[in-house]
């Protein structure tokens, strides 16, 4: 990267992912949310880039988060409010910034209430199904994108 500038990741985790490693271990894996965390931070250090978590149950929490817009990318996980939330959509559009939905299942291969997310439109794009990787992968994409930009 040309500049010296500290790029920032904010990873928003939405309702009940605090739960990850004793929820649904089946659809959602056995580790735990710590864990996820710790791994991220850890592979964002390598590229010199600061990475903040943030796991929240409260839909107004994670819009504050989304609009305060403290960050260059956002990879956000919204949970259950990818189906139902036009408040995220709608904080998505608003500010305007790079942002990467991710979910850990396969949400197109589930239930049909979970084949509509209200934010794949509006966000870089959507990586689902692939347990704690889809995070990693989510962050390789973040820090392509990122790359590419400071060229
Ligand atoms: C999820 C999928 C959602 O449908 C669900 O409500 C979640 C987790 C996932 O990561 O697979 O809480 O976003």
Do not use: W
């Not at 409260?58 to 919204?78: F, M, Q, R, W």
């Not at 939330?85 to 949400?107: C, F, M, Q, T």
């Amino acid at each position: 990267m040309k500049t010296n500038k500290k790029v920032k990741i904010l990873v928003i985790h939405g309702p009940n992912l605090h739960l990850l490693g004793k929820r649904q271990p089946d659809i959602y894996g056995k580790f735990t949310l710590e864990e996820i965390n710790k791994e991220l931070k850890q592979e964002a250090k390598k590229s010199k880039i600061e990475l903040q978590t943030i796991q929240s149950n409260s839909e107004g929490d994670i819009v504050e988060a989304i609009t305060k817009g403290c960050y260059d990318v956002l990879i956000i996980n919204p949970a259950a409010y990818t189906h139902t939330s036009v408040a995220i959509r709608d904080a998505l559009l608003g500010v305007e910034k790079p942002a990467i939905e991710i979910h850990l299942s396969n949400i197109y291969k589930r239930e049909d209430f979970r084949k509509k997310s209200l934010v794949s439109d509006v966000v870089m794009g959507t990586i689902s199904g692939f347990g704690k990787t889809s995070y990693t992968l989510a962050l390789e994409a973040a820090i392509n994108f990122l790359q590419e930009k400071q060229k």
